[in-house]
C-alpha cells in the first residue's frame, strides 16, 4: 500500500463520519437533549450539521482528485477537530454530575478514540510530516 493511500482511507472514513453527524444533527435533533447533558437547540445543531457539508464537500473533491497535498491539510485539520469535539464529550462525559452522558461517550469514544486515533495513525503511516528533499 503506499503510504498515501492512508490518508485517502482515514478521509473517506471521516466523510462517514459526518455524514452521520449531519444526518442526525439536521434530522434527529432530539437525539442531543434525549441522551446528553446538553439541552437541544435545533438552530445550532443545523448550523454544526452545515459545517460538515462544507468540509465534506473538499473531502469529496480531494478523494476524487487524489491530491495528496489536499489530503495531508484535510487530514490534519480533521484530526485537530476530533481531538478537540471529541475531548469536549469526553470532559462532559467525566465531569458531568447530572443527566444522561450516554451521547458523550458516544462522541468520546467515535470522534476522539477512533477519528483521532485512525487520523493520527494515517499521519504518521503517510509520512507526512517528513521533510521532502528539494532539488
Not at 86 to 111: D, F, K, P, S
Request: one cysteine or more; glycine letters at 8%; aromatic letters at 14%.
Amino acid at each position: 500500500m503506499r503510504k498515501e493511500k492512508y490518508l485517502y482511507l482515514y478521509l473517506l472514513l471521516f466523510l462517514l463520519m459526518t455524514i452521520g453527524a449531519f444526518v442526525w444533527q439536521m434530522f434527529f435533533p432530539n437525539v442531543a437533549e434525549t441522551f446528553s447533558v446538553w439541552r437541544m437547540s435545533r438552530g445550532w445543531q443545523a448550523e454544526i450539521a452545515l459545517w460538515n457539508v462544507g468540509i465534506d464537500f473538499g473531502i469529496v473533491i480531494t478523494l476524487i482528485r487524489r491530491n495528496i497535498e489536499y489530503a495531508k491539510i484535510l487530514s490534519l485539520i480533521s484530526v485537530v477537530l476530533c481531538i478537540l469535539l471529541g475531548g469536549h464529550h469526553l470532559i462532559y462525559a467525566v465531569t458531568a454530575t447530572n443527566g444522561n452522558i450516554t451521547l458523550h461517550w458516544m462522541g468520546a469514544i467515535e470522534v476522539l478514540l477512533i477519528g483521532g486515533g485512525t487520523g493520527i495513525f494515517a499521519l504518521i503511516k503517510s509520512d507526512c510530516f517528513k521533510k521532502e528533499a528539494r532539488y
